[in-house]
C-alpha cells in the first residue's frame, strides 16, 4: 500500500483547508485509516480515523474536522475547519491492511505541513 498526502499549506486562524490521502497497491486489504498530526517537539498524535464507515476524532479535532472517504478513488480526506494556530503541525496519514497473516500491518504516508498564523 502507498499513500500520498496533499493539500497541506499556509492559512490564516479561522480559515479551512482540506487535506487528501490517495492510496494505491493493495487497498482492498486496507481496513482502518487515520490522519496523525506532529508538532515540533511533540509526539505524533492522532487526529481522526475511519473504518467501515465508522468515525472517530481526537477531542482537539471534535466539532472542527471531518474525516472522510472516497472508496471509488481511494482516497481518504480531512475537512478542517476554523483552523488554530495550534493546529499546526505536519499532517500524516496511516493505513491499517490486513495480511494474508491475519496480521495488520500500518503503511505511511510522507506527510503534508500545515502551518496557521494568528
Known amino acids: 500500500v502507498q499513500l500520498v498526502e496533499s493539500g497541506g499549506g499556509l492559512v490564516q486562524a479561522g480559515d479551512s483547508l482540506r487535506l487528501s490521502c490517495a492510496a494505491s497497491?493493495?487497498?482492498?486489504?486496507?481496513?482502518?485509516m487515520e490522519w496523525y498530526r506532529q508538532a515540533p517537539g511533540n509526539q505524533r498524535e492522532l487526529v481522526a480515523a475511519?473504518?467501515?464507515?465508522?468515525?472517530h476524532y481526537a477531542d482537539s479535532a471534535k466539532d472542527r474536522f471531518t474525516i472522510s472517504m472516497d472508496n471509488a478513488k481511494n482516497t481518504m480526506y480531512l475537512q478542517m475547519n476554523s483552523l488554530k494556530p495550534e493546529d499546526t503541525a505536519v499532517y500524516y496519514c496511516?493505513?491499517?491492511?490486513?495480511?494474508?497473516?491475519?496480521?495488520?500491518?500500518?503503511?505511511w504516508g510522507q506527510g503534508t505541513q500545515v502551518t496557521v498564523s494568528s
Open positions: 475511519t473504518s467501515s464507515g465508522t468515525n
Open positions: 496511516s493505513a491499517g491492511a490486513l495480511t494474508t497473516r491475519g496480521e495488520i500491518v500500518t503503511y
Open positions: 497497491g493493495s487497498t482492498a486489504t486496507i481496513t482502518i
